[in-house]
Structure formats: structure tokens, C-alpha cells
């Protein structure tokens, strides 16, 4: 379904410190899901993806976790710089025309 | 990679007005391309489906007759915001399905503020 237009809720972290940002997801369907990132002004950017037969996937400094008992996912970030200080999206890929549905959203806020 | 280019990437109109946003896929072609509205500090709301040579799919809520959608070539869709009001200033954002040409598979533009005064 559509995200609901909540205003974002904010983590905070020091830097060098692991963050977790979580996300519900909506439609049991969704068969792939993205997360993003977002700066000031700027267009959302790929961060890393996984798709619903699994469970867990690294990237570079990122985990994604998927739960899909109970519709959850959750970006892991190790130790964490100001450079990831931005807004971070989940989106999953459900219904016609494979359309992508966002969540609700986080702020990260790293401090030195 | 895949590129989607945006434009313009901020306009002010005065109410009343009409206004056209571009969205062009660069070095692929976009059979399907998907518009967003993000208000400030809220998350990315899709507004529609546009598919080359047919007409756009809306979702619930969006006034298919204030946002024209027109996506007549395989590298080009427009939104036009037709009879502009302040409370349709946002940041819109498109995206292009191109199969491959990124590691997802969509590709997004870099948004358009609009400010209606």
C-alpha cells in the first residue's frame, strides 16, 4: 500500500558506532525490496537490495535483514561516519508493473 | 549505468499557472517510468505509472486531471501540473525501470522542487 505521511523519526549515533534502522513493510506479495538513501534535495540512491528468498545480504559496510514472518526489514551500518548522515528509505516491489512502494522513512544523524 | 535525467530541477510558477516536468532516460529505454511527490520531512508517495504509448495508471487519491501524464516516446515522460496551487509545491521525483542497466533495476531522477506563489 501507499506509505503513510508520518514526519521522519530521527537515530541518532556517534561516529564509529553500528546503526540499525528499521522498516515494516506493507504487502505480504512484495517479492524484492531496496534500500535508499536520500540527501537534501536530492534524488533517492541505491544502497543494497534483497529479494524475498532471503533472509540476510552484505554489502560494503551494510547488512540487510528480512523477516517476513513478521513483514520487517532493517539496514545495518558498521561503523558509521558522518558521510552516511542522510535520510534512509526502504521501498518494496509489489503489484502492477513491479511499482515500487516506500516506507515511512528514518533520519540518521552521525555525530563526531 | 543507467541515467535518468530530470528537468527542471527547481521551478517557481504563480498559482494558476501550469507547469511541465521532464523526465528523460539517457542511455536506455524506459517502457515504464514511475512519478513521486515528497512533501518535506515525509516519505516518497507514488503518484503514477506511466507506460509508453498507453495511458497512466494512477493511484488512489492522485487527480488524474490536474497531473497530466504523457510518456509518448521510449526516453521521455512528463508530468504537467495543470492550474497550480500552493499546496501542490513538493519535490517530484521520477524513476525508470531499465532492466538491468543498474543493480535494482529502477533508476531515479534527482527531483524537481516546485514552488507555486
Known amino acids: 500500500g501507499e506509505s503513510v505521511g508520518l514526519h521522519l523519526p530521527t537515530l541518532s549515533v556517534q561516529e564509529g558506532d553500528n546503526s540499525i534502522i528499521n522498516c515494516a513493510y506493507s504487502n505480504s506479495a512484495s517479492d524484492y525490496f531496496i534500500w535508499y538513501k536520500q540527501e537534501s534535495g536530492k534524488g533517492p540512491q541505491f544502497i543494497i537490495d534483497i529479494r524475498s528468498n532471503m533472509d540476510k545480504r552484505q554489502g560494503q559496510r551494510v547488512t540487510v535483514l528480512l523477516n517476513k514472518t513478521v513483514k520487517h526489514l532493517s539496514l545495518q551500518i558498521a561503523a558509521t561516519q558522518p558521510g552516511d548522515s542522510a535520510v534512509y528509505f526502504c521501498a518494496e516491489r509489489a503489484g502492477g508493473y513491479n511499482k515500487l512502494i516506500f516506507g515511512a522513512g528514518t533520519r540518521l544523524a552521525v555525530h563526531p | 549505468g543507467a541515467v535518468v535525467s530530470q528537468h527542471p530541477s527547481w521551478v517557481i510558477c504563480k498559482s494558476g499557472t501550469s507547469v511541465k516536468i521532464e523526465c528523460r532516460s539517457l542511455d536506455f529505454q524506459a517502457t515504464t517510468m514511475f512519478w513521486y511527490r515528497q512533501f518535506p520531512k515525509q516519505s516518497l508517495m507514488l503518484m503514477a505509472t506511466s507506460n509508453e504509448g498507453s495511458k497512466a495508471t494512477y493511484e488512489q487519491g492522485v487527480e488524474k486531471d490536474k497531473f497530466l501524464i504523457n510518456h509518448a516516446s521510449l526516453t521521455l515522460s512528463t508530468l504537467t501540473v495543470t492550474s497550480a496551487h500552493p499546496e501542490d509545491s513538493s519535490f517530484y521525483i521520477c524513476?525508470?525501470?531499465?532492466?538491468?542497466?543498474?543493480?535494482?533495476?529502477?533508476?531515479f531522477g534527482s527531483g524537481t522542487r516546485l514552488t507555486v506563489v
Open positions: 524513476s525508470a525501470r531499465d532492466f538491468g542497466g543498474s543493480e535494482s533495476g529502477y533508476t
